[in-house]
């Protein structure tokens, strides 16, 4: 027997893909579909987290070897086709609320905004030993579970367009509505609509390639400056995690331990059972076999980020292209992973689409206060909190105990600036309405407890 066939017989044994309806060419097709239509992540997380003062290199090297790192140990421990990298969402929340300093922000600096994730990421692996995650979930209404990730969804999206130049700063309102005559803003509303022909017409990695055409443009305009500097490669962020302003900040850093717990929580167990379903792997039981592993892995992978230094991974939902393409087993798996190594030698041309316009644009230096811009990336921030908002259509609008919570989470997420004012006000707003209603066993009574903590921290710590 040819080492090739001895090779892909063993693999057929391990992974068995012809017992699943799939074949090599299949798994290796749908894992580079999976990373075409995600790869968008590792221009996205290392300008995002740049924002808090870590060094843009660092967190791309981090983020390429952490999701390749977790979509391995996806592959090999669930053998499920699931692609992980750092979430859309949970880094917004690491950099614009848990490391901001702004109004709404909890000030803590990146090093122990990585304890933080590290913390979170062992209780979850700890729950996926135990198998209690399903139990906290039940916890949490249905109303703040189809509210919150949208509302995050329309702060991602507002990020994006600021940082496009589509929405400015004013005096008056605080926020207006920018110019379209300037260059920024054009190319923003030309990578807009770029991914969205594109996605459109199912054409995989429009993301990815609407930053790089919208980056190349912006080069050939003189928008998007050349950096002068050669780029170097950097592992500052490294095994970096502080844990002495968790205890001096204690109150803020258990908020915001449970946040990030949670949210990972909601992204995890929606993402499987949606792939899950897609794939055919969940059947008329309604359970995912081997689920213990895949949050395990799950899990684990945000351990690594956070050792690495970038922030949440989690399983994303663009695995749905790779199962699509065919792709049923762990190898997809194992094929996207690689690519997120392929792509740490492109760090060069990354980094020129991550670059800061914001000085040029406002005629101020490097080091002056400015407004961010990153038209080649905020196209992609505008698409994705888009498409987060689809669980806004099982909200019951109608009953306003539901409809109520569901509108203040999104409404002072978005307007407040505050992840985590909106989550909590969402939670206060369901513990008083439900028993105001005489509907106060609808609630789990643990949930109770969480919405007074909630209130207390306001009466007491702010």
């Known amino acids: 027997m040819h080492a090739p066939k001895r090779f892909r017989t063993r693999l057929d044994a391990f992974f068995g893909i012809r017992a699943s309806g799939s074949t090599v060419r299949r798994e290796i097709g749908g894992g580079l ?14 300008t995002v987290l740049s924002t808090t003062g870590m060094d843009f290199g660092s967190v791309l090297i981090a983020t390429c070897l952490a999701s390749a790192i977790a979509c391995v140990m996806m592959g ?14 949970e880094n917004f929340l690491f950099a614009f609320v848990l490391c901001s300093t702004f109004a709404g922000g909890m000030g803590f600096s990146w090093q122990a905004g990585l304890m933080i994730v590290l ?9 996926s030993i135990f198998r209690t995650r399903e139990k906290i979930l039940q916890i949490i209404p249905d109303c703040l579970k189809n509210a919150i990730g949208p509302a995050i969804g329309l702060f991602i999206a507002f990020v994006g367009l600021q940082w496009g130049g589509i929405v ?29 022909v594109m996605t459109a017409r199912r054409i995989p990695g429009g993301i990815l390639i609407a930053i790089l055409a919208t980056g190349l443009l912006g080069a050939l305009t003189k928008t998007i400056p050349i950096p002068q500097e050669s780029y170097r490669v950097s592992f500052s962020t490294f095994f970096q995690l502080d844990a002495s302003e968790l205890i001096e900040k204690w109150d803020k850093a258990l908020v915001a331990i449970a946040l990030f717990f949670f949210l990972a929580l909601f992204d995890s167990i ?21 689920a213990g592993q895949a949050f395990f892995a799950d899990a684990t992978a945000s351990f690594f980020g956070a050792l690495f230094g970038t922030s949440t991974l989690t399983t994303y939902i663009e695995s749905a292209t ?25 760090a060069p041309l990354i980094h020129i689409a991550g670059q800061d316009i914001g000085p040029a644009f406002y005629g101020v230096s490097a080091a002056s206060p400015h407004v961010a811009m990153y038209p080649a990336v905020a196209p992609a921030l505008i698409f994705v909190g888009f498409m987060m908002m689809a669980p806004l259509r099982r909200v019951l609008w109608e ?23 909106g ?40």
């Open 33 to 46: 579909t999976t990373f075409a239509t995600m790869s968008y992540i590792v221009f996205v997380q290392p």
């Open 76 to 89: 090999l421990l669930a053998r499920y086709p699931f692609a992980l990298a750092p979430g859309m969402g």
């Open 119 to 127: 913390i979170a990421a062992v209780l979850f692996m700890l729950l």
């Open 168 to 196: 400015v700063s004013s005096p008056a309102t605080m926020v207006k509505l920018g110019s379209f005559h300037t260059a920024p803003a054009l190319l923003t509303v030309f990578g807009v609509f770029l991914i969205a």
């Open 270 to 290: 929606g993402t499987f059972v949606g792939l899950g379903k897609q794939a055919g792997f969940i059947k008329q039981d309604e359970q995912l076999p081997r």
């Open 322 to 346: 790779g199962i699509a393409a065919g792709a049923r087993t762990g190898l997809a798996a194992l094929v996207t992973g690689a690519c997120f190594l392929v792509a740490i030698p492109f």
């Open 399 to 421: 009953d306003v105990t539901e409809s109520l919570p569901a509108f203040l989470t999104i409404a002072l997420m978005v307007f407040g600036y505050g992840i985590t004012e």
């Open 423 to 462: 989550i909590a006000c969402g939670c206060i707003a369901v513990a008083v309405l439900k028993p105001a209603a005489g509907r106060a066993r609808e609630i789990h009574p643990a949930f109770y407890f969480v919405a007074l903590t909630l209130l207390v921290r306001y009466a007491f710590l702010m």
